[in-house]
């Protein structure tokens, strides 16, 4: 990378900081230190560059995270942060209610800044206008022009083709001459765990950031990234180390039902509750318990990730 070029921000989102690993990732010795990884590398470039990071929401996977995890993020998160929440940060995913989150202890211990809705902020440092809009909040244009670049900071599913899910609706769909991206000479989204970059008219950038971390089996070959905003208002791709990440794997095809005793099966699930947390948990138990080939245990985990 060159050391001389001029950085003015770094974009990224979909942090979604756990206490507890996803199935996918769950054979990493050490999870916090897995989380840790990436975030160094992001501390890393924001000392290098000298510039704020803006985080397009999601920061935690949880509203309610733990007091460990919430220390983690204060202690491993980088300084300068602008931050919008997304729907795993809000209570019930209403923002009304953020002072009651996590995501909210971060903006009171003075780690992240959050951009309020309907606002904007300026960092004149960077020469930056940043406008906030939160899970829940429409993006609108803007009709008030600035000496400095005006960023768009979003959180909601937006994307394009190849970059989408199948039966994505087609308002999600990004098009030439969208009337609400107006005015902006950036807009980062975050919300789409699929990164890409695109363009809405001949003056605008859009960067969707994508997953900060790969959390499921169908991101194997996916390679998290953060952009760089440089002052041209492009914005370049700078793509995480993931070489030291553990995940499970698969390989080949094998009859599962072969590989278990499906009238125990039956039982142990019977003796479950009523929640998610109950079945992965006794579901774990059963595949420890009666030494289950670790093949046929990543199947079944894998089968088990939920959105």
């Known amino acids: 990378m ?11 989102a979909d942090l979604h900081l756990s206490h507890n690993p996803p199935i996918f990732r769950s054979v990493e010795e050490n999870w916090y ?9 992001l501390k890393s470039l924001q000392e290098k560059f000298d510039c704020p990071v803006i985080c397009a929401g999601d920061i935690l996977d949880r509203w309610n995270s733990p007091p460990e995890l919430i220390n983690f993020a204060i202690s491993n998160l980088p300084d300068n942060m602008f931050a919008i929440p997304g729907q795993h940060d809000l209570p019930f995913h209403r923002y009304e209610d953020i ?11 003075s780690k992240i800044i959050s951009i309020p809705p309907g606002d904007l902020i300026n960092v004149a440092s960077s020469r930056l206008t940043l406008y906030g809009f939160p899970y829940g909040k429409k993006i609108t244009p803007i009709s008030v022009q600035s000496k400095f670049l005006q960023i768009a900071v979003v959180h909601e599913y937006r994307c ?23 005015g902006y000479d950036v807009i980062t989204f975050g919300d789409n765990h699929k990164g890409f970059k695109t363009s809405v008219n001949v003056d605008s950038t859009i960067f969707n950031c ?53 009238k125990a099966f039956i039982e142990e699930l019977e003796k479950l509750g009523d929640t998610d947390l109950d079945f992965e948990d006794a579901m774990k138990r059963y595949l420890k318990r009666n030494k289950i080939k670790d093949a046929v245990c990543n199947i079944i985990k894998i089968a088990m990730e939920k959105e």
Request: proline share 3%.
């Open 33 to 41: 230190e897995a989380m840790k990884r990436p975030l160094d590398e």
């Open 210 to 262: 994508g997953t900060f971390m790969r959390r499921k089996s169908d991101e194997i070959d996916y390679k998290p990234q953060v952009g760089l905003l440089l002052e041209s208002g492009k914005v370049e791709s700078y793509y995480l180390d993931i070489s030291k990440d553990r995940h499970l794997e698969v390989q080949g095809k094998m009859d599962t039902a072969a590989s278990l005793d499906m």
């Open 99 to 109: 002072k009651k989150s996590a995501y909210w202890t971060l903006v009171e211990a």
């Open 2 to 12: 060159n050391k001389k070029k001029n950085v003015l921000a770094i974009f990224c």
């Open 160 to 182: 394009i083709e190849g970059r989408d899910y199948t039966g994505a609706p087609d308002e999600s769909y990004l098009r030439m001459n969208d009337k609400n991206l107006i």
